[in-house]
């Protein structure tokens, strides 16, 4: 059984800030997987799809196959990632329900979202105050964090949660309709 940090918040949330200082402070490697570790590297350039909606969901579908060959190979992961398309959520808990998740929400206040948005110059302006807006409703998480908090905290809080013996079956696991 692997063990999954899931970092689930909006585009400039700080994420992969976070990811990366839990990989600093843990004491195992953990592998970081994102669609921007993919699309950042050249391997998926959605540009060059002429019908990129088309080919999105197969994208991601890979993606996600590959969240879950990557922990049933037995690597601990850090996925950052957006449940933000219907079936997504649903999708992952059948793939990932072998595996130990901690469920983590990412909350970072829209002006916060606004700056860092515009600080990276990479995104559709305003799409990260969007997806704050939606892709945390009827969602139940392990544990609800602030983006703005001090990163190694929030790590440290993560990497003690993780390691808390005995803990309830991740609120990953959840539908949408049972939290509601």
Do not use: N
Request: hydrophobic content about 40%; some cysteine; overall charge negative.
């Amino acid at each position: 059984m692997s063990r999954i940090i899931f970092l689930h918040g909006a585009s400039s949330s700080g994420k992969s800030t976070l990811a990366s200082e839990i990989r600093r402070q843990a004491i195992t490697p953990f592998v970081h997987l994102s669609l921007d570790h993919f699309r950042d590297s050249g391997a998926i350039r959605p540009e060059t799809y002429p019908d990129w909606p088309h080919v999105r969901p197969q994208i991601f579908e890979a993606l996600h196959r590959s969240f879950a060959a990557f922990a049933d190979a037995g690597c601990d992961l850090i996925i950052e990632h957006i449940l933000d398309t219907e079936g997504w959520h649903d999708a992952l808990q059948t793939m990932l329900a072998a595996h130990d998740v901690v469920f983590v929400g990412l909350h970072t206040p829209d002006v916060v979202l606004r700056q860092r948005e515009t600080a990276r110059g990479d995104r559709k302006p305003g799409s990260a105050v969007a997806d704050a807006g939606h892709i945390h409703s009827g969602l139940t998480y392990d544990l609800e964090l602030d983006g703005t908090a001090s990163v190694a905290t929030t790590a440290e809080r993560i990497l003690r949660h993780l390691a808390t013996p005995e803990r309830p079956r991740s609120a990953f696991f959840q539908s949408r309709e049972q939290v509601g």
